[in-house]
């Protein structure tokens, strides 16, 4: 997240009108509802600003990072060998659904096409795509551990077998590459695949298909956007089948043993309830999230106003009771899953970095279709927290979880929620998926509809796209996440009719601290809900700015939430902060301190050294820190643990925590006692 110079990059290319969208989500004109998403081409981001760089360090860093890694990791080698008809000759490298991870860079690569690719990303998406294209079956079925493994299990192991899972996102991979135009070769793949699906899998009572659907939801949504791009409605058929029949009592969800045994509900698949009938957010949290995108995805394309509804009442109960603070989901590490109502630990959360960019993507698609504000306001949340927080300021290492606190003598023996960041895990589902995401960022900005443009995410770069009545360039400016003001000049705008030009006003910033100018001059705009717009007859020259307060926040849980009870979260804007060791006095632990509730946090632009650059802005406050180990374990009220000297604490955003020596950390901070007296170390 590094920021330099100021300058805007040239105009974009417009989008041909009337073609499909390159983006990852591109809703079919006669299903567009509230709101529409701009083509990727239409939006390019700045160097020297936040998300350009982070943009642009995911493609000299990231995406090659990935690509070494599924070469190194047998991965690839899996499908070459069913290629070259070796299959079985040796054993399977990585886990059993490795064949994904190499789809979801490939769909990386495609998206990062539209900016041009080196030499080294472009062999890769021509050879990875030309090794899956010999290794597909005749019928168009391509897997390379059941092919090459145990080719009598093909669909015999929907529950654990992830089949449907990695065909997902082959079909999001050739998706990608269609709608660039970057790899003729997969997207021939993906159709024979989708073939085949729509040949084995049941689309109605009664015609002799297969009746099942797989145990980890996904392929719901990519069938749906395969569907968008190729116009074949069985796809989108297929799509509504397989929501309509999860949670049927009468649909199996079969194993094989091989792969994994039966400890884990029907809950933990989302095969407990039918869609229609759930009230409650459960089970593994990528499954939940990946599936409600592709309920949202199927209601859109179907008009099914119900099963929207559907959606949007998990939405309800999962932010209102289930949600960390940093927008994360998971709060079990032994499935993975969704927990109870406000069972929120914080040393104990999982938070799978998946889980943040499913919730990125389960948003985005409820918010094209409501248009409400609030599924932009958690698309913020998670993006800068748990998601700009998974990923190394170098962009080489990852975390696969996301604790809120880690402690000082945490050993980080789990491999999926270690201490530090690391290049690569065995499950290597995440470093690909954010890689994925932010070739695509620019796609996730910026909404249309018949009365003009929205911005749902402030950032810095340069727009062109049609507006009623002709077509308009901006050149974008904004200090987001640190300052609260953005600058939007008309360049360029070939349209007489009035439109108008919204931009989201965040809740954090309140209505009242909102100051709007047009070309310098205080303007009265219009809101509409959480939108400040402005509605005229634009022309070139003409420059918007809006400028809202970034205040710092002192947060309280949820009394039910037992686990940070008696404790504070910091946010500035939609960072939040965290206290890491680093930054603590020698000899004071994160698990010994607490803030002083009664002064107020103060934003600075003082940062610690080492996260010069990539921090702008860190948060000074006052409190006291404990004895530590000494002292009894429990004591009767009057006894104190507490040290008699203040403590002046440095709090630095949670995305950037993990980056120096010492990575102990909290989010959630405990209030300072109310009185504090001498320490007493006697029995109880």
């Not at 065909?167 to 990608?176: F, M, S």
């Not at 070739?439 to 249309?448: E, G, N, P």
Request: some cysteine.
């Amino acid at each position: 997240m590094e920021q330099g110079s100021n300058a805007v990059p040239s105009t974009p290319a417009k989008a041909s009108a009337g073609a499909v969208g390159s983006g990852p989500v591109w809703p079919t004109r006669a299903a567009t509802g509230s709101l529409h998403p701009l083509d990727m081409r239409e939006v390019v981001l700045a160097e020297g600003h936040e998300l350009g760089d982070w943009q642009r360090r995911n493609s000299a860093e990231t995406l090659p990072n990935c690509i070494e890694r599924v070469v190194a990791s047998g991965a690839v080698r899996n499908l070459e060998r069913v290629a070259q008809g070796h299959g079985g000759q040796a054993a399977h490298e990585g886990l059993h659904f490795s064949d994904s991870d190499v789809y979801k860079t490939l769909e990386a690569a495609a998206w990062e096409s539209v900016r041009g690719l080196s030499s080294e990303v472009e062999d890769f998406l021509e050879e990875a795509s030309s090794v899956i294209a010999r290794a597909q079956r005749s019928d168009g079925y391509v897997n390379s551990w059941f092919q090459g493994q145990h080719p009598e299990l093909v669909w015999k192991d929907l529950r654990w077998g992830h089949e449907l899972y990695c065909a997902g996102h082959l079909l999001q991979a050739a998706t990608a590459v269609q709608r660039t135009g970057s790899g003729p070769s997969l997207a021939g793949v993906a159709e024979r695949l989708a073939g085949h699906l729509l040949a084995t899998f049941s689309l109605e009572d009664g015609d002799g298909r297969l009746v099942a659907v797989g145990g980890h939801p996904e392929v719901e949504t990519a069938l749906v956007e395969f569907y968008r791009s190729t116009g074949d409605v069985r796809l989108l058929e297929l799509a509504k089948r397989q929501v309509d029949l999860r949670g049927r009592a009468d649909v199996a969800l079969p194993g094989a043993g091989l792969l994994g045994d039966r400890r884990f509900p029907l809950s933990y698949f989302l095969h407990h309830l039918p869609v229609r009938e759930r009230a409650h957010a459960t089970g593994h949290a990528v499954r939940e999230l990946y599936l409600q995108a592709g309920v949202v995805d199927v209601a859109v394309e179907t008009a099914d106003t119900e099963l929207l509804a559907a959606s949007e009442a998990i939405w309800e109960e999962l932010f209102s009771s289930k949600t960390y603070v940093t927008g994360a989901h998971g709060s079990r590490h032994r499935d993975e899953s969704i927990g109870d109502a406000y069972e929120l630990p914080s040393d104990r959360a999982y938070a799978e970095t998946c889980a943040a960019i499913a919730s990125f993507q389960w948003n985005w698609r409820l918010l094209l279709a409501t248009g409400r504000a609030r599924y932009a306001e958690e698309m913020e949340r998670v993006f800068w927290n748990t998601v700009a927080g998974a990923v190394s300021r170098q962009g080489t290492e990852f975390f696969y979880s996301n604790t809120l606190h880690l402690r000082t003598d945490d050993d980080g023996a789990d491999e999926y929620s270690p201490r530090r960041r690391q290049p690569w895990y065995p499950c290597a589902c995440c470093p690909p998926n954010l890689a994925r995401l932010m070739a695509s960022v620019q796609a996730y900005l910026l909404t249309k509809d018949a009365k003009g443009l929205q911005v749902q995410m402030p950032f810095s770069g340069a727009v062109s796209t049609e507006v009623p009545g002709g077509d308009v360039h901006l050149a974008v400016r904004t200090g987001h996440p640190w300052e609260g003001t953005t600058d939007i000049e008309v360049t360029r705008c070939s349209s007489s009719e009035r439109w108008d030009l919204s931009l989201r006003s965040p809740q954090w910033a309140g209505k009242d601290v909102t100051r709007v100018t047009l070309n310098g001059a205080p303007v009265e705009a219009s809101w509409e809900g959480s939108y400040i717009r402005v509605g005229r007859r634009w022309g070139a020259g003409d420059h918007l700015q809006v400028s809202c307060s970034v205040p710092v926040r002192v947060l309280k849980p949820h009394w039910r939430v037992d686990a940070v009870r008696d404790c504070v979260a910091v946010q500035r804007g939609p960072l939040v902060y965290c206290v890491e060791a680093e930054d603590l006095d020698e000899g004071v632990a994160v698990e010994d301190v607490a803030m002083d509730a009664t002064r107020t946090p103060e934003p600075t632009t003082v940062v610690p050294g080492a996260l010069q650059g990539y921090v702008k802005v860190a948060i000074t406050a006052s409190g006291r820190a404990a004895h530590g180990s000494v002292g009894p374990l429990y004591y009767e009220d009057g006894a104190t643990q507490w040290r008699a000297e203040p403590l002046a604490l440095t709090l630095v955003p949670y995305f950037a925590r993990g980056n120096r020596p010492r990575d102990a950390m909290r989010v959630w901070v405990p209030v300072q006692p109310a009185q504090s007296g001498a320490q007493k170390t006697g029995p109880v």
